[in-house]
């Protein structure tokens, strides 16, 4: 079957660095996407990740391990509108995307 | 990057009326668009896969008879929630893919808020 398990809620400092945690399941992969989602908005594009290692993009890196069906989101120098809910999602040999539940995250000041 | 459109933004309507959400590519020819409803504080679920001119394929538990969807051209999809039940107030999204841009981009609309009264 197809899974993808994220926490649910995480809370950090404004200044700080968080890592939020994906692991999945899925058949067939065409790689890793993160998604950022605020309240009431559709969500937007953050990465993607095909193969494994890192892939940095400002504040903003993600890794990927296929063998272990894991990938993170790190994200540095928190600022308030990070605050969002952060969504992995797996593409399939479909292409279509697989969505985890997302990670709300919380940046306190 | 391509530009997706969703109209309207929100929409309240009365129960057993029917409402019509349209998804635009502005900028590119979307050879595949993707329907989405996430309900408060849960994932994005997939409802439908449109290509076009050909029929959409909706996923196990959707509804093809009461959320219609056509994707006539390249740059418009619509979904038609039909004879809409309170239960069916959530948030939809759509998000729409061309060849040109390649099978792993997928480019999402401001999404539609439908209130069902």
């Known amino acids: ?8 809620e995480m809370t950090a400092t404004e200044g700080a660095i968080v890592q939020i945690n994906c692991t999945y399941q899925t058949s067939g992969f065409n790689g890793l996407f993160w998604y950022q989602q605020h309240a009431g908005e559709a969500p937007t594009f953050l990465s993607y990740n095909v193969l494994d290692g890192l892939e940095e993009k400002g504040r903003f890196s993600s890794f990927l391990s296929r063998s272990k ?9 928190l600022q308030m509108k990070d605050s969002a809910s952060y969504l992995c999602a797996t593409m399939d040999s479909n292409y279509q995307l697989i969505w985890g539940a997302g990670t709300k995250l919380i940046i306190k000041p | 990057g391509a530009v997706v459109s969703q109209h309207p933004s929100w929409v309240i309507c009365k129960s057993g009326t ?3 959400i349209e998804c635009r590519s502005l900028d590119f ?7 989405y409803r996430q309900f408060p504080k849960q994932s994005l679920m997939l409802m439908a896969t449109s290509n076009e001119g050909s029929k959409a394929t909706y996923e196990q538990g959707v509804e093809k008879d ?4 056509n994707h006539a051209s390249l740059t418009l999809s619509t979904l038609t929630v039909t004879s809409a039940h309170p239960e069916d ?3 939809y999204i759509c998000s729409a893919r061309g060849e040109r841009e390649g099978l792993n981009e997928q480019y999402f609309g401001p999404g539609t808020r439908l209130t069902v009264t």
């Open chain 1, 1 to 8: 079957g197809q899974n993808i398990d994220q926490p649910t």
């Open chain 2, 66 to 69: 009461k959320f219609l969807i």
């Open chain 1, 69 to 77: 069906g894991y990938s993170y989101l790190l994200l540095k120098e």
């Open chain 2, 89 to 91: 107030s959530s948030f």
């Open chain 2, 29 to 35: 020819q979307a050879t595949t668009m993707f329907w």
């Open chain 2, 18 to 20: 029917s409402v019509k």
